[in-house]
């Protein structure tokens, strides 16, 4: 088993920053290849981010390249998402994941969820 808790979401005003981090606990976390979903109402968990067990690969969603960034440190349990010039259509709960198996994009793929944090971007 592995438990994930997610932090660091909120209010931010377009173009700020946030960054989100989830931190590990039950298992070996550099056994784990992590990602980021996000879902806002009314629409379908989507992929964000994921990372590698050693953090050598890395997936990024084609519209988020270049804002978001996904990193982990295996000697902390944690793995973030640093969001650089937010927008209002970023707003959603996000929520990390973890999968024993490859980095993946598809939400099936993973094990282990979060329970979210909801970030919320004004104009």
């Known amino acids: 088993q592995v438990q994930l808790v997610e932090s660091g979401g909120g209010l931010a005003q377009a173009g700020g920053s946030l960054r989100l981090s989830c931190t590990a606990s039950?298992?070996?976390?550099?056994?784990?290849?992590m990602g980021w979903f996000r879902q806002a109402p009314g629409k379908e968990r989507e992929f964000v981010a994921a990372?590698?067990?050693?953090?050598?690969?890395?997936y990024n969603r084609d519209s988020l390249k270049g804002r978001f960034t996904i990193s982990r440190e295996n000697a902390k349990n944690t793995v973030y998402l640093q969001m650089n010039s937010v927008k209002p259509e970023d707003t959603a709960v996000y929520y990390c994941a973890a999968t024993i198996k490859r980095l993946s994009t598809t939400p099936q793929t993973y094990d282990y969820w979060g329970q979210g944090t909801q970030v919320t971007v004004s104009s």
């Open positions: 039950g298992r070996t976390f550099s056994s784990f290849a």
């Open positions: 990372i590698s067990q050693s953090g050598s690969y890395i």
